[in-house]
T-cell receptor
């Protein structure tokens, strides 16, 4: 069965500091992996996705994520966090074997302090 | 960038009442979806819709739920007789093609918060 685990419910970082949000997945076939961000009152916005090929994926807003098959992980990183990055971050997994359904993690809430 | 629009942003209803949540997907998109998120839980897939029919649904999407594309622009989710446990944020999403393609995106609306009292 496919599943996604985001171990950190809340993370607090200082503005300008680096960020890493963890995501572990379980999926029987080749996974397609996604990171979405949700700001208050906004919809889920796609930051990046891993489809195939290069395991380091670049996304919008300066985010990147690295797919590590051996660790079943797809951690999201940003070298320098801005106050506007405060939001809820969701990792999701899916693939051709799962039809049209994305399987989401519970999310990590990011707080950015001055 | 074009957006998926959902109305209303917040809906309050009494248990047992019917509700219709409305969505306007992006105009050239062909695939439509509903997801929901109960407070404190993860976002869950409900249903996908393509070519005027349901293409896939989850266990959550029982006979109390239905979807419809009544015209060329709207995509609705109806809950026939709401229960307390239906209280959640409901997200509509759409994609131009099946979003497993490299360049495809699954775009979400900002959600409708449904509160069943």
């Amino acid at each position: 069965a496919q599943s996604v685990t985001q171990p950190d419910i809340h993370i607090t970082v200082s503005e300008g500091a680096s960020l890493e949000l963890r995501c572990n997945y379980s999926y029987g076939a080749t996974p397609y992996l996604f990171w979405y961000v949700q700001s208050p009152g906004q919809g889920l916005q796609l930051l990046l996705k891993y489809f195939s090929g290069d395991t380091l994926v670049q996304g919008i807003k300066g985010f990147e994520a690295e797919f590590k098959r051996s660790q079943s992980s797809f951690n999201l990183r940003k070298p320098s966090v801005h106050w506007s990055d405060a939001a809820e971050y969701f990792c999701a997994v899916g693939g051709r074997d799962s039809g049209y359904a994305l399987n989401f993690g519970k999310g990590t809430s990011l707080l950015v302090t001055p | 960038e074009p957006e998926v629009t959902q109305t209303p942003s917040h809906q309050v209803t009494q248990m047992g009442q019917e509700v219709i949540l409305r969505c306007v997907p992006i105009s050239n998109h062909l695939y439509f979806y509903w997801y929901r998120q109960i407070l404190g839980q993860k976002v869950e897939f409900l249903v996908s819709f393509y070519n005027n029919e349901i293409s896939e649904k989850s266990e959550i999407f029982d006979d109390q739920f239905s979807v419809e594309r009544p015209d060329g622009s709207n995509f609705t989710l109806k809950i026939r007789s709401t229960k307390l446990e239906d209280s959640a944020m409901y997200f509509c999403a759409s994609s131009e093609e099946s979003f497993w393609g490299r360049d495809e995106k699954l775009l979400f609306g900002s959600g409708t918060q449904l509160s069943v009292l």
